[in-house]
């Protein structure tokens, strides 16, 4: 088993750019989330889905959406990326009220 | 609201030495789940350990323990003889039931173990 996967690894965008990270996990959870992690700071919820289809905002959401269109996949959408984005991306899947297991993080530059 | 505090922003010590990790919960839910992560310098999150709060027996699985005590609201993580490996950075982090399966995460310790 892969576990959850992060793709990209590394990007690097300028302010007004648009992607999309891709997050998969063959653990059949049912959640999935999204963090970024800033200096300091720990890891901080961007968004969250407690099953195929839906979708629902965590602590920091602004700038982002998402879409759960498989159960397997949560895609984490920028749609005009500023330098405040600039952070280390942390995917997560988890059974309900169990421990979340994270991918190993994409790190997004933005210039 | 729910709240993870990690005092200590950064440990050192010397390879042997035993060393302590504080955490301290804030929580309005009777029912919640506490949650130690590993952040080696590889940058990966590692879970380490998850403890419900009825569940107040301390636990051992090799070098780490964790004591949990609810009258003081704390979660504090001790490793014992500490190696170079050890070093990382240590999360700790709180899920309420009522809050869904979400993680408020501390801001971390960071544990330097010298050789």
């Avoid at chain 2, 050890?86 to 399966?101: K, P, R, T």
Wanted: hydrophobic share 30%; aromatic share 14%.
């Amino acid at each position: 088993n892969a576990g959850v996967t992060q793709t990209p690894k590394f990007r690097v965008l300028k302010t007004g750019q648009s992607m999309t990270l891709l997050c998969a996990q063959d653990m059949n959870h049912e959640y999935m989330y999204w963090y970024r992690q800033d200096p300091g700071m720990g890891l901080r919820l961007i968004h969250y889905s407690v099953g195929e289809g839906t979708t629902a905002k965590g602590e920091v959401p602004d700038g982002y959406n998402v879409s759960r269109l498989k159960k397997q996949n949560f895609l984490l959408g920028l749609e005009s990326a500023a330098p405040s984005q600039t952070s280390v991306y942390f995917c997560a899947s988890s059974y309900v009220r169990r421990e979340q297991y994270f991918g190993p993080g994409t790190r997004l530059t933005v210039t | 609201a729910q709240k993870v505090t990690q005092a200590q922003t950064e440990i050192s010590v010397v390879e042997k030495e035993d060393v302590t990790l504080d955490c301290v919960y804030e929580t309005r839910d009777t029912t919640y789940y506490l949650f130690w992560y590993k952040q080696p310098p590889s940058g990966e999150l590692v879970f380490l350990i998850r403890r419900n709060s009825f569940d107040e027996q301390n636990e051992i699985s090799g070098r780490y323990s964790w004591n949990f005590q609810k009258s003081t609201s704390s979660f504090n993580f001790t490793i014992t003889a500490s190696q170079v490996v050890d070093s990382a950075v240590y999360f700790c982090a709180l899920s309420e039931s009522s809050y869904g399966n979400k993680l408020v995460f501390g801001a971390g310790t960071i544990l330097r173990v010298k050789s």
